[in-house]
């Protein structure tokens, strides 16, 4: 049987990778009654009429999820740059027989009749707005992570959705692998005692944007008007204008709200939290590069919950990878892009290093339990939409805001925060969980060989809630909300 280092349990980045390594051995994909239980689900007689929505990067994933799947066929696709749209219209045609049709503005899809279901795949700051009148226009949606750009239009979804009665999907597709959904119910039946902290990390190598010296030119194949939508329709000041978004408040959440939403809302769901935090806290900037971005590259965020807590860390600079054998005498560190997740019982940890599984340890190091296995996300969400029943979803809308509010209210902590000089006597939290992070990123940082005598971090606001607002800080509450453009307003209810 295997065993763990001790040592490793003190060491969350080298306990996810150890994890990963014996992964590597014993996950699988799904079995014989599960892929019939997938084909039956895609066999009732009715074709579900869809359109993608956002096709250059995440969205080609929707197209190859529901082409020719599911009895499902993809009727139109919509992008604000046609440019993008040649891989998308190449796969349609290939499984349906038949190219889609383009159509370059949402709005003169989402009032067609004779679409059923709307794929969202688009930047972050258009997410909700689409999803909104996609439902109030009689579509079922199925919308990337994060679901919203800001908490109160997350919740404006859910609420759209709730009275329309249409069905809408997140996409954090764990929720639907088989590993994931084993090793939560593990946690939650007690198995490893009771949790009092889980750990969610997003370590992704994100280098620099560079830096312009003026306005750039959006490229002419794209529509810049209707591609800042909901957003202000200011100059472009980056060098690109795809994917880059995410760096930008404006329209993206940095990693908090790219990879790191994945194990946001795994870190959630394995504490068993419905609601949001009674306070967060967080501290972090931008380092070792000077470029047009402004989230933040390297972060850490404590969500107290009273009864446990959530601690969640991001960072975009490369470093030596904890995997063994990586490491180049001639190259130097290879990236450290590693995610996932620790759950801490008392009688043990639960740790996930992958979409897809993970493994269970007894506080003694020895493993309990090994979790395997994927799933099928658009094939759960296009059963629900023939059921016409959102319970039967595993990533329902509710679900997908309250992570996706996580990881704003962080980068609101952030933004409002103080920017202080780097103390090792000072420790920014009231967790040790959450200082044990800060004192790794020192250390991190210090690797690089950044001088922090000189460098200062944001030390964000220590914000309270109930229930979706913040007790009395009104700067705090005004972002919850942003500031919509004329004819893309967030609607009501």
């Given at each position: 049987?295997?065993?763990?280092?001790?040592?490793?349990?003190?060491?969350?980045?080298?306990?996810?990778?150890?994890?990963?390594?014996?992964?590597?051995?014993?996950?699988?994909?799904?079995?014989?009654?599960?892929?019939?239980?997938?084909?039956?689900?895609?066999?009732?007689?009715?074709?579900?009429?869809?359109?993608?929505?956002?096709?250059?990067?995440?969205?080609?994933?929707?197209?190859?999820?529901?082409?020719?799947?599911?009895?499902?066929?993809?009727?139109?696709?919509?992008?604000?740059?046609?440019?993008?749209?040649?891989?998308?219209?190449?796969?349609?045609?290939?499984?349906?027989?038949?190219?889609?049709?383009?159509?370059?503005?949402?709005?003169?899809?989402?009032?067609?009749?004779?679409?059923?279901?709307?794929?969202?795949?688009?930047?972050?700051?258009?997410?909700?707005?689409?999803?909104?009148?996609?439902?109030?226009?009689?579509?079922?949606?199925?919308?990337?992570?994060?679901?919203?750009h800001n908490v109160l239009e997350g919740r404006?979804?859910?609420?759209?959705?709730?009275?329309?009665?249409?069905?809408?999907?997140?996409?954090t597709q764990s929720r639907s692998t088989k590993?994931?959904?084993?090793?939560?119910?593990?946690?939650?039946?007690?198995?490893?005692?009771?949790?009092?902290?889980?750990?969610?990390?997003?370590?992704?190598?994100?280098?620099?944007?560079?830096?312009?010296?003026?306005?750039?030119?959006?490229?002419?194949?794209?529509?810049?008007?209707?591609?800042?939508?909901?957003?202000?329709?200011?100059?472009?000041?980056?060098?690109?204008?795809?994917?880059?978004?995410?760096?930008?408040?404006?329209?993206?959440?940095?990693?908090?709200?790219?990879?790191?939403?994945?194990?946001?809302?795994?870190?959630?769901?394995?504490?068993?939290?419905?609601?949001?935090?009674?306070?967060?806290?967080?501290?972090?900037?931008?380092?070792?590069?000077?470029?047009?971005?402004?989230?933040?590259?390297?972060?850490?965020?404590?969500?107290?919950?009273?009864?446990?807590?959530?601690?969640?860390?991001?960072?975009?600079?490369?470093?030596?990878?904890?995997?063994?054998?990586?490491?180049?005498?001639?190259?130097?560190?290879?990236?450290?892009?590693?995610?996932?997740?620790?759950?801490?019982?008392?009688?043990?940890?639960?740790?996930?290093?992958?979409?897809?599984?993970?493994?269970?340890?007894?506080?003694?190091?020895?493993?309990?339990?090994?979790?395997?296995?994927?799933?099928?996300?658009?094939?759960?969400?296009?059963?629900?939409?023939?059921?016409?029943?959102?319970?039967?979803?595993?990533?329902?809308?509710?679900?997908?805001?309250?992570?996706?509010?996580?990881?704003?209210?962080?980068?609101?902590?952030?933004?409002?925060?103080?920017?202080?000089?780097?103390?090792?006597?000072?420790?920014?939290?009231?967790?040790?969980?959450?200082?044990?992070?800060?004192?790794?990123?020192?250390?991190?940082?210090?690797?690089?060989?950044?001088?922090?005598?000189?460098?200062?971090?944001?030390?964000?606001?220590?914000?309270?809630?109930?229930?979706?607002?913040?007790?009395?800080?009104?700067?705090?509450?005004?972002?919850?909300?942003?500031?919509?453009?004329?004819?893309?307003?967030?609607?009501?209810?």
């Open positions: 049987m295997h065993r763990i280092d001790r040592r490793l349990f003190l060491n969350h980045s080298a306990l996810l990778a150890t994890t990963a390594g014996m992964l590597q051995n014993s996950s699988r994909g799904l079995t014989a009654e599960e892929k019939a239980t997938a084909a039956r689900k895609g066999a009732a007689s009715d074709t579900l009429r869809v359109a993608v929505v956002g096709v250059r990067g995440r969205g080609m994933d929707h197209v190859q999820g529901f082409a020719g799947r599911h009895n499902c066929k993809i009727t139109h696709i919509c992008d604000a740059d046609s440019a993008v749209i040649g891989a998308a219209t190449k796969h349609i045609t290939e499984k349906q027989g038949a190219a889609p049709t383009f159509v370059q503005d949402i709005r003169k899809l989402v009032s067609d009749p004779n679409i059923d279901i709307i794929s969202i795949a688009t930047p972050n700051h258009w997410h909700a707005l689409m999803a909104i009148w996609a439902m109030q226009n009689g579509k079922h949606v199925y919308v990337e992570k994060p679901v919203s404006r979804t859910v609420e759209v959705s709730r009275k329309t009665g249409k069905v809408c999907q997140t996409g590993g994931m959904r084993d090793a939560i119910e593990f946690i939650h039946s007690g198995k490893i005692g009771t949790v009092k902290l889980a750990r969610g990390l997003c370590y992704k190598l994100r280098g620099s944007i560079g830096k312009v010296t003026g306005p750039q030119n959006p490229p002419k194949t794209v529509n810049y008007d209707l591609w800042c939508g909901p957003a202000p329709l200011a100059p472009l000041m980056r060098s690109k204008l795809h994917y880059d978004w995410h760096w930008v408040w404006d329209t993206g959440n940095g990693d908090l709200g790219n990879q790191g939403i994945h194990e946001m809302d795994k870190a959630r769901w394995g504490l068993n939290k419905k609601t949001l935090p009674n306070a967060v806290a967080s501290i972090g900037g931008r380092f070792g590069y000077t470029d047009d971005g402004q989230t933040a590259n390297t972060q850490v965020i404590q969500f107290d919950y009273g009864d446990c807590e959530l601690v969640f860390e991001v960072r975009g600079l490369n470093s030596e990878s904890p995997y063994p054998g990586k490491k180049s005498p001639k190259r130097g560190p290879k990236p450290q892009n590693f995610v996932g997740n620790v759950w801490y019982g008392s009688e043990g940890i639960v740790v996930c290093p992958s979409y897809t599984g993970g493994i269970a340890y007894s506080k003694d190091g020895e493993v309990i339990k090994e979790f395997g296995g994927g799933g099928d996300h658009y094939g759960n969400f296009v059963a629900a939409v023939r059921a016409g029943d959102s319970k039967l979803l595993n990533a329902d809308i509710e679900e997908g805001h309250l992570s996706s509010a996580l990881c704003h209210l962080g980068n609101i902590s952030h933004r409002l925060g103080t920017d202080i000089g780097f103390d090792g006597s000072k420790q920014p939290f009231t967790s040790a969980a959450a200082n044990d992070g800060y004192e790794a990123v020192v250390k991190h940082l210090k690797e690089h060989k950044l001088d922090l005598t000189t460098l200062k971090y944001s030390k964000g606001k220590n914000l309270k809630l109930e229930g979706e607002k913040f007790v009395g800080d009104a700067k705090a509450n005004e972002q919850l909300t942003r500031e919509y453009r004329k004819g893309f307003e967030l609607p009501a209810v």
